[in-house]
């Protein structure tokens, strides 16, 4: 008689994948593959991939969205690369975002932190006992 062993196959959780956890239609792991593939940062973080495949997600959404009322409104069944172009260009959030303005103060810099010594957590037991 052949004993079974402690894992059996029937055992396992199923997995879920990243983006059906995420609520996205947008695949995770095929947006994570591509940034790290397009060596675009030394490090990724884990929920890098999530946000831009939440974002492109939005992105594709709103852009359908405005072309298809485009669509309707032309009485016309299918969505045409003219009804997207119009759709960027009618929406204002898409066509600043499309156009690259990243508006940026290049004569100011950034301010940085200045590091505060902080009271040693030795000094401040002392203080409290008297």
Do not use: N, Y
């Not at 402690?6 to 792991?29: K, Q, W």
């Not at 490090?43 to 831009?52: D, H, M, Q, S």
């Not at 009618?90 to 690259?100: A, D, E, F, I, T």
């Amino acid at each position: 008689k052949a004993k079974k062993s402690r894992t059996s196959r029937t055992s396992r959780t199923s997995h879920t994948s990243r983006t059906s956890r995420a609520g996205l239609l947008f695949s995770v792991s095929r947006v994570d593959r591509q940034l790290r593939r397009g060596h675009f940062a030394e490090r990724i973080g884990a929920k890098a991939p999530i946000f831009l495949a939440a974002v492109l997600q939005w992105v594709t959404q709103e852009t359908l969205d405005v072309a298809g009322k485009l669509s309707k409104k032309s009485k016309q069944h299918c969505i045409s690369p003219s009804h997207l172009q119009a759709a960027m260009q009618k929406c204002p959030v898409l066509r600043h975002l499309l156009q690259g303005d990243v508006s940026r103060c290049v004569s100011s810099p950034v301010p940085q932190r200045q590091r505060v010594a902080s009271p040693s957590k030795k000094k401040m037991t002392k203080s409290k006992k008297r």
